[in-house]
């Protein structure tokens, strides 16, 4: 007890002396040691990267799983799971869970009805985005948020465990240096003394007695200066091999970027494949549910694969919602055998999937055929006027692609 009593009194008394060192640098009272220019910016470039990494570590966190209440409570689970050594079980996505919900309604609905078979069949691919969302998420936490997070939780805590020691050493060798111009300053101030008369011995004797000390105190403070020397460049060397490693740093940081672009490249092509086979099933089922909506709302809800007019013309029965001023419209429906081509503007166009018309006005289409599309004036722009041979009608602008 006496030991540790000693050592926590000595402690105190050099965080005193420290803190005293630091407030007169402050006040511009005390001189202070400044780093040599490279060290200086090591120590600028390497509080960059810190500030920097620990931005996009936690706007890549947020990017990932951007509900804040989910990605405090997974934080934490993670946390446990750390602490008790075992495998983090894979969370069920945003995607699947939706799946799954349109599978289980698809079963109360009825499978055999239109709406079941199409909640199936979209249900199967939203569980299939979710798939590819959450091997997406794993690829980026393995690839890009661990190595992030090794560096500000492990590299970064030493450079900074090492950086505040060579802050102390060079406190104490500011000290070391006050204390030497100190005593220097006392013993030129006793040596200056004038000489005393030999009528006084005693007073001469003790005079000398007073310059011997100083000498002692002087050599006793170079000592102690040459020793925190020593100490504040070994220190000073640790620390500038360890910030010279930010450079490595950089290199690891810039592979895992490179890793978590492919991931997010292969996820988006994932998703975007999915969404083609998704539309391209959903353009095989039969236009059933036009039949099935009521009358009296559907001028609130209008079927958006088919109508027996052209866009731009006011269907019987629904009121015409142009403004005053604009061009009057045929009162009537307009048959698509009645466009007339016009003189510019035909395109050939690739048709890419398999299309049925769903009525007189629109043109079936086969996957890999080609048809001439041109549009006419006030048309939809998600339809085309196509024609192959002496056949014409509207097809979907998605089911083509235009090649000149």
Not at 131 to 158: H, K, M, V
Not at 159 to 185: G, M, P, T, Y
Request: aromatic letters at 8%; hydrophobic letters at 35%.
């Amino acid at each position: 007890m006496d030991f540790n009593l000693k050592k926590l009194t000595s402690d105190a008394g050099v965080f005193f002396t420290r803190a005293v060192q630091f407030t007169e640098e402050k006040l511009g009272s005390a001189e202070k040691t400044e780093l040599d220019a490279h060290l200086e910016n090591l120590i600028a470039r390497a509080d960059c990267t810190k500030n920097w990494t620990e931005k996009i570590f936690r706007q890549t966190e947020v990017l990932l799983q951007p509900n804040p209440i989910d990605h405090t409570g997974a934080r934490i689970e993670e946390f446990f799971y750390e602490k008790l050594d075992k495998k983090i079980p894979s969370r069920t996505t945003n995607g699947e869970l939706l799946g799954q919900y349109m599978l289980d309604a698809a079963k109360d609905f009825g499978p055999g009805t239109p709406y079941g078979s199409t909640l199936i069949t979209v249900g199967e691919y939203q569980r299939r985005l979710g798939g590819a969302e959450r091997e997406f998420l794993q690829t980026s936490a393995i690839n890009f948020l661990t190595p992030l997070r090794n560096f500000l939780e492990g590299d970064w805590r030493t450079i900074s465990k090492e950086r505040r020691l060579l802050e102390n050493r060079r406190l104490d060798l500011d000290i070391c240096k006050a204390r030497v111009k100190k005593a220097k300053q006392a013993e030129a101030k006793a040596a200056a003394e004038p000489d005393f008369q030999e009528t006084r011995p005693r007073n001469y004797v003790l005079s000398a007695s007073a310059s011997a000390l100083w000498s002692e105190e002087v050599d006793k403070a170079e000592q102690e200066l040459r020793v925190a020397q020593t100490e504040f460049d070994r220190q000073a060397e640790v620390t500038r091999l360890l910030l010279e490693g930010i450079s490595s740093t950089h290199v690891n940081h810039l592979r895992c970027l490179h890793e978590f672009v492919e991931a997010q490249a292969t996820y988006y092509a994932q998703c975007h494949q999915y969404m083609q086979e998704l539309q391209k099933e959903l353009s095989r089922y039969p236009n059933s549910f036009a039949s099935n909506v009521n009358p009296s709302t559907s001028a609130s809800c209008p079927s958006p694969i088919s109508s027996a007019t052209l866009p731009g013309v006011s269907p019987p029965g629904l009121a015409s919602t142009s403004t005053p001023g604009s061009a009057r419209e045929p009162s009537g429906p307009l048959k698509i055998q009645d466009v007339q081509p016009p003189s510019t503007g035909h395109r050939k166009a690739k048709v890419l999937y398999d299309y049925d018309a769903h009525d007189t006005s629109e043109l079936s289409l086969l996957a890999d055929e080609l048809i001439t599309v041109y549009t006419v004036p006030g048309m939809d722009p998600d339809w085309l006027v196509g024609e192959r041979g002496n056949q014409k009608g509207k097809v979907p602008v998605t089911y083509l692609e235009l090649l000149s």
